[in-house]
């Protein structure tokens, strides 16, 4: 499998305040790569430079799919072939479950209404959620509503879709729920990005796992190498605190 996502040399600071320190990271097409670390720790922007939500340093280099991720045109090609889903989900409140689905195939990629209502269906059965079509979001639990940002998500067909604690917004009953859509999805060969708290979702689920500390990776290797023999003292401290 060819390089999906390439990184070199990312650096990014905040004004004075550099919050990462030079990340290089290869993401193979159908990997899936957990981030793991503490708060604070760089993992959100990591995920956030990917699709460009955050800029970095002139000297650094992302691409995805081949293109260069860099403010321009082909920054909208970008970020259509990288879904993203949130924490906090960010649904559109005013529409029907099924037309959040439906909005970014037809403003974006010009779909036929009828077509993108078919496969709106067709993804959140897929999740799970096809009873839920005609409601809006804030009838239904945090659990459905992420449900729905992944079907969102898959409605563009992303190359790769990143997920930055997509779980930690949620009532602990809801996790579940949303972890199993994101096993289901991992098995059917989409290349993921996961920023998570779950380490038993990683242990399970990851082909890699990285751990981030103070901006940096300190170290990534298979679920067996990270949990049962990291190498590294801040390694095993954070899992020590997490496990
Ligand atoms: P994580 O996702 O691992 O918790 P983040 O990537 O969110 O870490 O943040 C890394 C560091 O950057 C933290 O010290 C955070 O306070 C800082 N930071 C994040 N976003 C901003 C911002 N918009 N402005 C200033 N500092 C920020
Ligand atoms: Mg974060």
């Not at 439906?102 to 269906?121: D, F, G, H, S, Y």
């Amino acid at each position: 499998m060819g390089t999906l996502i390439s990184i070199r040399d990312l650096r990014k600071s905040y004004g004075t305040f550099a919050v990462l320190h030079g990340i290089d990271l290869d993401i193979a097409e159908g990997e899936v790569v957990c981030v793991i670390g503490p708060s604070g720790s760089g993992k959100s922007t990591l995920i956030r430079c990917i699709n460009h939500l955050e800029g970095f340093s002139a000297e650094s280099a992302i691409t995805v799919d081949g293109i260069k991720v860099q403010p321009g045109a082909a920054l909208a090609r970008v970020r259509a072939e990288v879904g993203m889903v949130f924490q906090s989900f960010n649904l559109f409140p005013h529409m029907t479950v099924l037309r959040n689905v439906m909005l970014a195939p037809i403003r974006v990629r010009n779909a036929a209404p009828a077509e993108a209502e078919a496969k709106a269906r067709d993804l959140l059965a897929r999740v799970g959620i096809a009873e839920q079509a005609e409601k809006y979001p804030g009838q239904l639990s945090g659990g459905q509503q992420q449900r729905v940002a992944i079907a969102r998500a898959l409605a563009m067909e992303p190359k790769v879709l990143l997920f930055d604690e997509p779980t930690s917004a949620l009532d602990p009953e809801m996790v579940g729920e949303v972890l199993d859509v994101m096993k289901k999805l991992a098995g059917t060969g989409v290349t993921m990005v996961v920023v998570t708290h779950e380490m038993g979702f990683a242990r399970q689920v990851a082909d890699r796992v990285i751990f981030m500390d103070g901006g940096r990776i300190v170290e990534s290797g298979t679920p067996a190498d990270i949990f049962d023999t990291p190498r590294h003292e801040r390694t095993r401290s954070f899992l020590r605190a997490v496990l």
